[in-house]
């Protein structure tokens, strides 16, 4: 099946630090989403994102769609302890059906430093 | 409490045994999905169900079965044609009506072999 690029991997940062990471696609996208995931447990909602170019922010999280409809960022500023699991992203194709099938990226493990 | 519930938290399969996997709603989602999820890798879709007593093969459908017979329930069974069970399974399921829907996640059962 489809897969995302998702990088980097995983990420070892301090308290404080802000961080980025991305997903790329060779197919465009009507919707992206942003998940987090922590340990033993199901990813949750963070950012979702519906039209080219779109900038949205959840408290220190913001989440860009990209302009070629191909990929997305997402920030945290400020990284807390709190802050450390894994993040997903996925993407619902365009023209796809409106039960909202998703592609999911490998995930960004983020460990945070005190 | 509205939302996902993902029954047992851990489960154990011996050798040519079929276990299944529970997973109910309570959102009056219509449409309701099954992932695995390896280390390092992202969610693989294994069915999904837009609608009652209807459902399609995901990308990693062999060794798997499901079945919707009520709009809050949709069941997995791994069976024992399913060589490499041991995995984290994810059940979620969103509003198929809205363009924008979401797919919201349960807590998962990581299913380990004996």
């Known amino acids: 099946g489809q897969q995302l690029n998702q990088s980097p991997q995983s990420m070892f940062i301090q308290e404080g630090e802000d961080v980025s990471m991305n997903c790329t696609s060779s197919?465009?996208?009507?919707?992206w989403l942003w998940y987090k995931q922590e340990p033993g447990e199901g990813p949750v909602l963070l950012i979702a994102?519906?039209?080219?170019?779109e900038l949205t922010s959840n408290g220190r999280l913001t989440a860009q769609f990209g302009i070629t409809r191909k990929d997305s960022f997402l920030n945290i500023s400020a990284s807390i302890p709190s802050d450390v699991g894994i993040y997903f992203c996925a993407g619902r194709n365009a023209g796809g059906t409106s039960y909202g099938k998703l592609t999911f990226g490998q995930g960004t493990i983020l460990t945070v430093h005190p | 409490d509205g939302g996902i519930t993902q029954s047992p938290k851990y489960l154990f399969r011996k050798e040519g045994q079929n276990v299944t996997l529970s997973c109910e709603q309570n959102?009056?989602?219509?449409?309701m999905y099954w992932y695995r999820q390896d280390p390092g890798q992202g969610l693989r879709l294994i069915y999904y169900?837009?609608?009652?007593?209807?459902?399609q093969k995901g990308d990693i459908a062999e060794g798997y079965s499901v079945s919707r017979e009520k709009k809050e329930s949709f069941p997995l069974t791994v069976t024992s044609a399913q060589k490499n069970p041991t995995a984290f399974y994810l059940c979620a399921s969103s509003d198929g009506k809205l363009a924008k829907n979401i797919q919201y996640f349960g807590a998962g059962t990581r299913l380990s072999v004996l």
């Open positions: 197919s465009i996208f009507n919707t």
């Open positions: 994102l519906y039209k080219a170019g």
């Open positions: 959102l009056n989602h219509d449409a």
């Open positions: 169900s837009q609608i009652v007593n209807d459902f």
